[in-house]
């Protein structure tokens, strides 16, 4: 083997990836499918900024981002069939997945007990920019999760404005289990982004996630002080 093929081997063990059929092959585990739609567009944010891309995620029910999808069970149904079921229900329409949208499978992080034992497969579908309106406009609608397992659907802003915003403010937000890891990876893996641009964002995120920490502290604070007075 050689050392390149080595270290990619070992990365992928270290991040707890495995092939689709080792994922499969866990049957004590239980298993859950999300996918990353995405189209092309030349429309610009105020008529001069190229949006580029239009990328779909949802904010969660608990407040956390993360892509449409759930729990699947591969013993009674296609991991692609269970990934179609889900997205009925939270975008309110039906769509095709196919095994060569598959993009990876890991083990999820073990971030509390109910995630030790969970395999995530990640799915990548590129559409045309009017079924992508189209999904957006039926999960505020149709679906039966909205509002409820859904709380929306956002647009992941891949521009950079004066002053930082725009995906480096969107990274820094607080993303279910390795939601965000699975963006930046698609983002670089599919070329929606050149990795120096998005490093950048990155960088900026890291001072913004800083700042919000301090305010969250200061607003605790302001909080401890109020609960005391009565």
């Not at 092959?25 to 739609?37: F, I, P, Q």
């Not at 725009?166 to 929606?192: E, K, M, P, T, Y």
């Not at 120096?196 to 996630?209: D, F, G, M, Q, V």
């Given at each position: 083997m050689r050392e390149g093929q080595k270290l990619t081997k070992r990365a992928s063990m270290a991040s707890g990836q495995l092939s689709r059929a080792e994922a499969l092959a866990c049957s004590d585990c239980r298993h859950a499918c999300h996918v990353m739609l995405y189209s092309d567009t030349k429309t610009q944010l105020f008529g001069r900024t190229p949006i580029r891309h239009i990328i779909l995620m949802q904010m969660r029910f608990d407040g956390l981002l993360g892509f449409p999808g759930g729990l699947v069970n591969p013993s009674e149904e296609t991991l692609e069939a269970g990934l179609g079921r889900e997205l009925l229900e939270e975008l309110g329409v039906a769509l095709p997945?196919?095994?060569?949208?598959?993009?990876?499978?890991?083990?999820?992080?073990?971030?509390?007990?109910?995630?030790?034992?969970?395999?995530?497969?990640?799915?990548?579908?590129?559409?045309?920019?009017?079924?992508?309106?189209?999904?957006?406009?039926?999960?505020?609608?149709?679906?039966?999760?909205?509002?409820?397992?859904?709380?929306?659907?956002?647009?992941?802003?891949?521009?950079?404005?004066?002053?930082?915003?725009?995906?480096?403010?969107?990274?820094?937000?607080?993303?279910?289990?390795?939601?965000?890891?699975?963006?930046?990876?698609?983002?670089?893996?599919?070329?929606?982004?050149?990795?120096?641009?998005?490093?950048?964002?990155?960088?900026?995120?890291?001072?913004?996630?800083?700042?919000?920490?301090?305010?969250?502290?200061?607003?605790?604070?302001?909080?401890?002080?109020r609960r005391k007075r009565f």
């Amino acid at each position: 083997m050689r050392e390149g093929q080595k270290l990619t081997k070992r990365a992928s063990m270290a991040s707890g990836q495995l092939s689709r059929a080792e994922a499969l092959a866990c049957s004590d585990c239980r298993h859950a499918c999300h996918v990353m739609l995405y189209s092309d567009t030349k429309t610009q944010l105020f008529g001069r900024t190229p949006i580029r891309h239009i990328i779909l995620m949802q904010m969660r029910f608990d407040g956390l981002l993360g892509f449409p999808g759930g729990l699947v069970n591969p013993s009674e149904e296609t991991l692609e069939a269970g990934l179609g079921r889900e997205l009925l229900e939270e975008l309110g329409v039906a769509l095709p997945i196919s095994v060569d949208d598959h993009v990876d499978s890991c083990r999820a992080p073990a971030s509390s007990p109910s995630s030790s034992h969970l395999i995530t497969h990640f799915y990548v579908k590129k559409m045309e920019e009017e079924q992508i309106r189209e999904v957006e406009r039926a999960a505020a609608s149709t679906a039966t999760d909205h509002g409820q397992e859904v709380l929306g659907m956002v647009r992941i802003p891949l521009y950079t404005m004066k002053g930082g915003g725009g995906l480096a403010s969107f990274l820094s937000h607080s993303f279910i289990g390795n939601a965000r890891s699975q963006l930046v990876d698609s983002l670089l893996r599919f070329n929606l982004i050149a990795p120096e641009e998005l490093h950048k964002a990155l960088t900026h995120s890291l001072k913004i996630h800083t700042h919000t920490a301090e305010d969250l502290k200061a607003a605790l604070a302001l909080t401890e002080a109020r609960r005391k007075r009565f």
